[in-house]
């Protein structure tokens, strides 16, 4: 990128901070309501991801449909006691039996938003269902906080979790289920779970964040604020308050995104900072520190929380935000998108810039999101490259032969390398899996909106019901 543009970029994304959770009376009432509507408002590229759009969306349902969610009930899914085992072997069958309330809440999450979203299949539900079944008898903890770890039969492994980030997961799924089964007490239990959360992470004690994980700076553990707290908060309220507009909830909300656009963004570098202090204000020590992958991430779930609330200079704001993160810490000699540590200033212990040694799956899936939320709804060409790049590059880099969930990180050259931490056995049943989903979603209301193509031209659209 040339460095006129590249500051262009900046000024762009530093004008629209402060102001960016207000109203924007500018905008004529059609066009907003057009905007914010459930259909696409951009010009629709004739071709995307080097495939007509039909194409892309047939692609996308044979990878998920056929491909991903099959793999997933040959034993990640535990049918006889509901729940989701993610430490595999590559035939499906289970590695490690242990049970995460993280992967429990984003297996309820994706199989009820199928039901949601795509089609009323009883079996999706039922898989919902019981695996709901399962973290209520086995793992809630009551008050709103939840076991950490249990074994596959139930057996306690880990108690309540020192980070809230299970909570989160669980309200998480707890209000797509709601939207499926319509039981209040599954929305009591998502509501209890938010709160529950809350009064852990705003408890001066809460003091077990892993700095070492997202950062290379030193910075003090005890009494930190993280951008990865409010991006899982910001995520699940957004589903609750779209079918319950709790007012506590909404401030709440409202609360956290400002925190994410006005606090964590940090306009002297126009950057994100991964952490600040208790009180929200900048650790100068890590105030040049940005862990892109949850930027962007980040970014994307606020744009999508704009849409729900109405707000199009919140939109745009964080819009502008995601094309400059795309820009920087892109690599431009290998491809692929370094997610990990991007420092504005270099020092003996790390290099100035973005650190390309890591390019994990999840964060490319986020680009994905990103970008076809952006070109859906305004058209511009430059969500469409970056599309096309990221896309490219994952099905270049990502997929394993033979298998349909993808590795989890390569180096910088491509190769497969192993996450700190986790184990090479873990498989995604989240962010592969959200990002098919929302593509697919995005790609019909822009085949919609286009109308219907020339029959040379059309592709077979099945007879899936999205």
Known sequence: MM?????????????????????????????????????????????????????????????????????????????ERGGFCCELNDDGSVAADEKYIWYQGRG?????????????????LRMAEKTKKFMVERMYAGEGRWMQKTRRDGTVLEGIGKTVFGDLFAALGLAQFYQAAGDPADLKLAKESIWGAM?????????????????????????LRTQGHSMVLIFALSDLLSVDRDPELE?????????????FWNAEYGIVNEYLRRDFTRIPEAADHMFAGHSLETAWIVMHEALRAGNRKLFDTLKS??????????????????????????????????????KTMW???????????????????????????????????????????????????????????????RKDNFHQVRMYMLNLLSIERMLKNRGPAPSRAAAPHGDRNI
């Not at 309820?108 to 999706?124: A, G, M, Q, T």
């Not at 690599?331 to 997610?339: Q, T």
């Open 251 to 263: 401030q709440l909300q409202k609360t956290h995104v400002d925190r994410v656009v006005n606090h």
């Open 321 to 358: 935000r995601i094309r400059r993160l795309l820009e920087m810490c892109y690599d431009y000699v290998f491809e692929g998108w370094g997610s990990e540590n991007f420092h504005v200033f270099g020092t003996p212990d790390y290099c100035q810039g973005q650190d390309h040694g890591t």
């Open 363 to 425: 964060a490319h899936c986020e680009i994905m999101i990103a970008c076809l939320s952006i070109l859906e709804r305004t058209g511009e060409s430059w969500a469409r490259e970056w599309y096309d790049r990221t896309r490219d590059f994952v099905l270049k880099n990502m997929p394993v032969a033979g298998l349909p969930v993808w590795r989890q990180a390569v180096d910088r050259r491509g190769k497969d390398i192993k996450r700190v931490g986790i184990s090479t056995k």
């Open 199 to 223: 009064k852990a992470y705003d408890d001066p004690a809460y003091a077990d964040i892993d700095t070492t994980r997202y950062t290379t700076v030193k910075v003090p553990p005890a009494g």
């Open 108 to 124: 309820l999450w994706v199989y009820s938003f199928l039901y949601n979203r795509f089609e009323k299949n009883p079996d999706w």
């Open 3 to 79: 460095r006129r543009e590249f500051l262009g970029t900046l000024a762009t994304v530093c004008a629209t901070g402060a102001a960016a959770t207000g109203s924007d009376g500018d905008r004529a009432a059609d066009d907003e309501k057009s905007f914010f509507g459930d259909s696409a408002h951009g010009s629709v590229p004739p071709r995307l991801g080097g495939m007509t759009l039909e194409a892309l969306r047939d692609d996308y349902r044979r990878r998920l449909f056929d491909e991903y969610l099959p793999f997933w009930e040959k034993g990640g899914y535990d049918r």
